[in-house]
Structure formats: C-alpha cells, structure tokens
C-alpha cells in the first residue's frame, strides 16, 4: 500500500460547495451573476493563439492595470491562481508545525485547511454579532502566532469593519506577527472605505492586502488574485508560487477587466440593489440577515431545522445555496446574489417555509 504522510492522510478533503447536479441554479459559491466586462472577453479571445507559449511569469499587463488603477508600486504587485495560491503560499512561507495561523469563528475556510498543509495550527478568534473583533483577535495573539488573518467584509457574514479598526489591529499586533487582509469582497464597499488607507499597510514590511477578480470582475473561471505585498514577503511567497501560474487568456482578460472600472462599478451596484431588495424581503419574513457588504447574504433562520427545511424546499425548485454547518451556523444558509428573477423566486421559496 502507497502511503501518505501521515499528516497528510489526516486531512479531511477540502469542502467545495455542492453544485446540486443537471438544471440546478447556485447561489453558493459567490460567483457573479453577471457577465464579466465585454472588453476582458475579447481581450481573452485574442489571445487564444499564443496558447503555445508559456504565460508570462511576471503578469506586466495585469500588473500594471492593478498599479494604475489603485495608484500603487507595480512591484510590490504579486499575482495567483486565485487569492487562493497566494494565501496557500503565504501560510507555506510563513508558518510551520506548531505555528499558530489566527482566524476569525467566520474566517474563510481555506485558511485551515491551507494550516493543516503545513501542520500548523489554525485557532479562531470571537467574533461578535457575526462581525470580526479586533478586541477579540488581539486577546487571541500567543507567541506562537505567525500569522493573523482577517476576511473584510466577511465571508459567510458579508460584514464589514472600518479600516481604522484594521489600522487599530496592525498597530496592536507584535511587530513579528504577518497581518493578511482578505479583500476578496472589497470592490462592493470601496465607495464608503477608502482602499489606500489598507493597501498603505504594506508599506509597513509587515502585512499582505489580497484581492481577486473571481467576485466583483465576474472572473472566478479564470483563476486570477492579486496582492500587495512588502518587497521582503514577496520575495518568500514567489519562490513557492507555480511559475507562469496564470494562464495566457486569464491574464489578458483579467488586465482587461480591472481596467474597466465602469462595467465592475455597474455589476457591484446592480447586485447590491438586488441582494438589498432580497435581504429586506427575507426580514419581512421575519428571517435575520445582516447588512451585507458583498454579493451574498447570509440568512439566519429561527432554527436548524427551518434551515434545513428551506434548504429542501429550495433544492425541490433547483435552487441551491450554501449551508452554514461547517461555520457552526447551522441555522443559517448562505446565498450569493443571482438574478432578479432568481432572487424572487428564492424568496417566494422561503416564504412558503417560514409562514
Ligand atoms: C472567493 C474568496 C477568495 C478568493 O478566491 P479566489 O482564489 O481568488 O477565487 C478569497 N477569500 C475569500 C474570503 C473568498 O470568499
């Protein structure tokens, strides 16, 4: 018998969503519901014939449109398969067996299990009122903490904190604990929290502010994230990274759609007036859904079992969302925003459950 090591063959296989099978429509993974920018479609298209060639390694194009766009050092811009490869890459750089990784109760999932990879330990701060506390975080730092993660707005809350709290936990933090700001959903409260004040963090030699095109730019197919990072971590992080780990048409595509701010700010608005319109109708039933910053909601049902039983009634109609188990929210589901007429129907779904 061929044998893992042993930590290895401990790990339980990473949680991907359930896609419910044939005509089934998803609201559980937070992809967009619309279409990403015409301009990144036709950039991809065009470049289908350089496909025998490596992708280049240092991503210029993307870079670059990420730099001009944000007005930051292109240099200090590192880009993954995803966010993904670039937090798997952080925790491989920066923590080991016995490190502590420190997340928040409503962390993304991929931090443990990224932990586990390297036999470090993932320990989860309070938080309060399904929003991250930096009390809360700061109390849970030890000597060993490595690495201090934290997800705003939030993934499965959709909430957000200030960035002066994000300034009040960098500043709090010992100068020798890696802070990593999960901006997976920032593009959908940009408009109220200036993004210069977090991106000039890194300035500091100390924290990592990652983004992605897989939400706000309707990119999650092309496996396309972006960071910023001090030039130090940097140089760790990209000795791990695959080389040429972005596909040809991914990053011509994904330059294509950072630059066009008009056709992602018109996506953020859409969604947001639709999953407002959702959550106010889901808390006319009588449901708790906090105020999201992000194209979901998380809906909080008087008990498991109603959870469960909305889960059902919507599977029964083709419609799936997330459930919230694995978080410890059993009684909630989460559901990414689709369509008005997706929308309306999951809400005439719940409706009937919850009566
Ligand atoms: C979707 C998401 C990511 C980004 O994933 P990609 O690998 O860039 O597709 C990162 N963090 C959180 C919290 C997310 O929800």
């Not at 050092?73 to 990784?101: N, T």
Request: glycine share 8%.
């Amino acid at each position: 018998m061929i044998r893992a090591v042993p930590h290895v063959a401990a790990l339980a296989p990473y949680a991907l969503a359930d896609l419910g099978g044939e005509g089934v429509i998803s609201l559980a993974q937070n992809e967009s519901a619309f279409a990403a920018s015409p301009a990144a479609i036709a950039a991809g298209k065009a470049v289908l014939e350089q496909m025998p060639l490596y992708p280049d390694p240092e991503w210029p194009e993307l870079r670059a449109a990420v730099a001009e766009v944000h007005s930051l050092d292109p240099v200090k811009v590192l880009c993954g398969a995803g966010s993904m490869e670039l937090i798997g890459c952080l925790i491989r750089a920066f923590a080991g067996p016995g490190d502590r990784v420190l997340g928040t109760d409503y962390g993304y999932a991929f931090v443990a299990s990224a932990s586990a990879q390297v036999q470090a330990d993932y320990v989860k701060a309070r938080e309060r009122e399904l929003t991250v506390s930096v009390d809360d975080i700061l109390a849970a730092v030890t000597s060993e903490t490595r690495i201090v993660f934290v997800c705003n707005p939030g993934n499965p809350t959709g909430t957000l904190i200030p960035n002066a709290e994000i300034l009040r936990l960098r500043a709090g933090l010992p100068a020798d604990v890696l802070l990593v700001v999960d901006q997976a959903y920032a593009e959908f409260a940009d408009a109220d929290n200036d993004p210069g004040e977090i991106f000039a963090l890194a300035e500091r030699g100390d924290t990592v502010v990652l983004r992605t095109l897989s939400k706000a730019f309707g990119l999650a197919g092309a496996r396309a994230g972006w960071g910023y990072f001090p030039p130090e971590i940097a140089g760790e992080v990209r000795k791990l990274l695959n080389p040429n780990n972005i596909s040809i048409p991914s990053q011509a595509m994904a330059a294509a759609a950072m630059r066009d701010q008009v056709h992602m700010q018109d996506v953020v608005a859409k969604a947001a007036a639709i999953r407002d319109g959702f959550a106010e109708g889901c808390r006319a039933l009588g449901l708790t859904v906090p105020q999201s910053h992000t194209n979901f909601v998380l809906i909080r049902f008087a008990s498991p079992e109603q959870a469960q039983a909305a889960d059902a009634a919507l599977r029964e109609q083709k419609l799936l969302m997330r459930g919230m188990g694995g978080y410890g929210l059993g009684d909630c589901l989460r559901a990414t925003i689709c369509s008005q007429p997706v929308m309306d129907r999951a809400l005439a779904v719940l409706k009937g459950v919850v009566k």
